[in-house]
């Protein structure tokens, strides 16, 4: 900067920054504007987070954790002792955005994948099959205890977690937008459970252990 004149001399910079870090007059709108929506995102994470805070107390952590997988286009799985708000936490996040719903899948090891997600049922009157979707196509699915679902359940979630969409009777089906998948983990009552498949945590984003 020159003494006096209040200005940057922007042939003065070229000696200090190299030509490759330089902006150019026709970029400077692009990078204005990109931080003004950077801006306005981090005021509407602001608001949610405020928003769930509110009904979940002491959990401001996995409520970041949450709300980054889901703008990120991840899932999350949290390991956790029961009774520790975790099916609040997925039902407020999806009260807080305006239409998304919200669908809660207790794992059992009679749970087949079609109770995940759904099946084509013989309809008598038409004569037709009609596809009955099941609750993986909510907007933010709380998975209860994921380890508990025998093998071939898991992989109908996982398919949905890494795909976006399910295969059923050979036609493929998109899920809704925005989806967030909030798997269970009890760490302490491992009997009667089936261990995750390796991939699981490169379609969780984010993971929290109590």
Known sequence: MRPGSGSWSFRAAERFLPTRYLVTVA??????????ELTSALAVA?????????????KH??????????????HVL??????????ILARSIAQT??????????????????????????NQKTREFEFRPGPIFANIVLVDE??????????????????????????TRTLPSPFLVIATENPIEQEGTFPLPSGTGTRSRTSSRA
């Not at 970029?27 to 003004?36: M, N, V, Y």
């Not at 805070?53 to 002491?58: K, N, Q």
């Not at 949290?78 to 099916?87: I, Q, R, Y």
């Open 61 to 74: 952590d996995e409520i970041t954790l949450a709300l980054s997988a889901l703008t990120s286009g991840g």
């Open 27 to 36: 970029e400077a709108p692009q990078i204005a504007s990109a931080s003004g």
């Open 46 to 58: 602001d608001r949610l987070i405020t928003n769930i805070e509110r009904v979940v107390l002491g």
């Open 146 to 171: 994921i380890n508990r679902a025998m093998p071939r359940t898991q992989s109908a979630l996982l398919e949905a977690m890494a795909e976006r969409q399910v295969t059923i009777d050979g036609v």
């Open 78 to 87: 949290l390991e956790d002792v029961p009774g520790t708000a975790k099916t």
């Open 97 to 122: 955005i305006e239409g998304a719903s919200f669908a809660r899948i207790q794992c059992t090891p009679d749970l087949q994948p079609t109770d995940v997600t759904g099946l084509a049922i013989y």
